[in-house]
């Protein structure tokens, strides 16, 4: 976009006046190979985002991964351009076009706790240990099983094996030589470093599967120490680690502090002698712990990057560099099946929401650029996403984004750099007056109100609450909807979706593997894995024939996409089919992506960077300076021609 490239050049040429200006650059350039690196570094995760769980096969939330990937090692792992290079596993290779997997594991890993005393060696037989414990309903509940249960023979038919046993019954298997599972399911160790996945069909993007949760390792040993419910709630007190860190002080909702690990396997591998990562109530509250230096880097909020921006002589004007958009796609999801704080439904809200007028009026008219803005107030249209999947994720043969097919099918065009995209004003005019009509029939009234929910403490999430309820009013009219901005003091989980209070969640998800079934099988009706359709659509429970028929026939196109097996580029066109259809009935409403400013002592450009797996967040390899980086050394990271500061040692 030429508004966006020209904002950025603007800034860079600033910074090199500046620079000029001054005779130098106050502090050592890293693309000079003189920077400092940092040997300890301070990072940050907001209150709202604290971790759920540290066990890795429980959890399908980024808070949590972003911690865990530091403390549990899987098979394989991402650089900094997201490809796949070797973690536990040596080497992998498959003989019969990716229906076979072999993993090679390296010898002597070893489990330690939180003192780094070591617990055991870390085998193959971890690895059997793991997927079992994922597949059995009554150890993991239905946490994680979605890709192991279509892509592992025989994983699906365990998975219903155990729910229908009794819990005593299924907690009882293991995976030991002999045992159910090894009969049942397609995994083997045919010694203790190497590991074997028979898969469903002839899947060669398997070991981008590797780099997700399902597929870690899990001592029994610890399991038969801690007991199945220890093991789930296992802390830093009692967990195992095979990482690059040891989790050594956590306090819930302050601090965490990373140590490096003197047993991880890679010990030539360039790390932080610590990681302290500070739960900050909001990016406000977190400039003034940079400014101070008790943080290295720090996202601005809109109002304290405007300030910097418009004022050339502010201290920070010359470090102002945009982030790399990260993983995750964020979509609005709709809460089919809505209840009242009481516990009964929400009977108004429910009819009007399993509308498809109703909701094609939203996806036309609700005009997004405030709400990007407070989160790039600079360029706030690279926010805006028209898909559910990501740009940047899998490509067809010809080389064309996956994305580009689904905006072909939606008949989406370019963006100007000024107007969102998809909006439509005549086109969403016509939608409300029809979903006026047609609900008023039903007893609906309006407007039609809409619970959304925000952390008390998050003042930056309230604001940007405020920005989205502005949004709707000036977008749909105050007598179509209304937005209530209600709070949760602790657990947005606990606290509001598992009593299905939201109307809406602003969600991201970033793949776990390399293949668009991971994104839309998140959607998909019936089925135990889908994610969102489970915990936040509540779609399983709806009662609107209409709606239930549009989420049945969006389910049938991705399992016709998912079972095309032998032409990858037919694969995707059957995936985009079912994306689009997704959109055009807005069964969920795609709306932005994270790319934000920051300051920062870290080269981004460094760390790892995948479109799957949990390993972004893993600190390891990150090139770093004592002096903060640079608009004008962010520019030439960005375009290749600079490689950062000397890395962590």
């Known amino acids: 976009m030429k508004k966006r490239t020209a904002k950025l050049t603007a800034l860079a040429l600033a910074a090199m006046m500046a620079l000029a200006g001054c ?136 998975y219903k094996y155990t729910k229908g046993l009794s819990e005593e019954e299924g907690r009882a298997l293991t995976a030991d030589e002999g045992s159910k599972f090894l009969e049942m399911v397609g995994i083997e160790a045919p010694d203790d470093y190497t590991v074997v996945y028979h898969c469903t069909a002839e899947l060669p993007y398997f070991p981008t599967v590797a780099t997700y949760n399902c597929l870690y390792p899990a ?227 309006f407007p039609v109100e809409f619970d959304y929910y925000v952390a008390a403490n998050n003042q930056t999430s309230i604001d940007s609450a405020n920005v989205l309820k502005t949004a709707f009013s000036e977008s749909l009219g105050d007598d179509f909807v209304t937005l209530n901005i209600k709070t949760y003091v602790n657990n947005l989980t606990a606290e509001v979706v598992d009593p299905q209070l939201q109307s809406f969640a602003i969600n991201g998800w970033g793949a776990d593997y390399g293949d668009p079934q991971n994104f839309l099988g998140q959607e998909t009706y019936g089925e135990d894995g889908a994610y969102y359709s489970v915990d936040y659509s509540n779609i399983n429970d709806a009662t609107d024939e209409e709606l239930i028929s549009l989420y049945q026939q969006y389910t049938d196109l991705v399992n016709t996409a998912k079972a095309i097996t032998d032409d990858t580029d037919a694969r995707y066109e059957a995936y985009a089919e079912a994306e689009a259809f997704m959109i055009e009935n807005v069964l969920v409403m795609p709306c932005n992506y994270n790319i934000s400013w920051q300051l920062t002592h870290v080269n981004d450009y460094t760390t790892k960077n995948a479109a799957f797996g949990i390993q972004n967040y893993k600190y390891v390899g990150w090139e770093t300076s004592v002096d903060a980086y640079t608009t004008e050394q962010y520019n030439s990271f960005a375009s290749g021609s600079g490689n950062g500061a000397s890395a962590a040692e």
């Open 23 to 158: 005779g130098g650059n106050g502090g050592s350039t890293s693309g000079s190979g003189e920077a400092e690196p940092l040997t300890d570094l301070y990072t940050w995760e907001t209150q709202a985002r604290e971790v759920e769980t540290l066990n890795v096969l429980n959890s399908q939330s980024a808070s949590d991964s972003n911690v865990i990937t530091n403390l549990v090692e899987g098979l394989l792992s991402v650089d900094s351009e997201g490809a796949l290079i070797p973690a536990l596993a040596e080497e992998y290779s498959t003989d019969d076009n990716g229906l076979t997997w072999t993993f090679k594991l390296r010898e002597g890993v070893k489990w330690v706790d939180k003192n780094g005393e070591e617990k055991a060696d870390c085998t193959a037989q971890d690895f059997l240990t793991g997927l079992e414990f994922v597949m059995n309903y009554h150890k993991n509940a239905s946490t994680n099983i979605s890709m192991p249960q279509e892509m592992i023979q025989g994983a699906d038919e365990y």
């Open 219 to 445: 001592s029994q040993a610890l399991i038969d120490e801690l007991g199945i419910d220890g093991f789930l709630a296992c802390d830093d007190t009692t967990m195992w680690f095979n990482g690059p860190y040891l989790l050594t002080s956590y306090i819930p909702q302050n601090e965490k502090v990373l140590t490096k690990n003197e047993s991880y396997w890679d010990t030539e591998s360039q790390r932080f002698d610590t990681v302290t990562i500070r739960m900050i109530e909001s990016l406000d509250t977190g400039f003034q712990l940079y400014q101070s230096g008790d943080l290295d880097r720090i996202d601005l909020s809109e109002s304290n990057l405007m300030t910097i921006y418009n004022d050339e002589n502010n201290e920070y004007h010359d470090q102002l560099v945009e982030k790399r958009p990260d993983k995750f796609s964020y979509q609005f999801h709709f809460n089919y099946n809505k209840m009242n704080e009481d516990g009964t439904p929400d009977d108004n809200f429910n009819k009007a929401i399993a509308n498809t007028a109703f909701r094609q009026a939203l996806y036309y008219g609700l005009d997004l650029s405030s709400y990007y803005s407070r989160t790039n107030a600079i360029n706030p249209l690279s926010c805006e996403n028209n898909f559910y999947t990501m740009k940047g994720f899998v490509y067809m043969s010809d080389g064309r984004d996956y994305t580009d097919v689904v905006a072909e099918k939606l008949g989406l065009g370019e963006s100007d750099g000024e107007t969102m995209v998809r909006l439509d004003s005549d086109k969403a005019a016509e939608l409300k007056a029809q979903a006026m009509e047609e609900l008023s029939a039903e007893g609906v009234t």
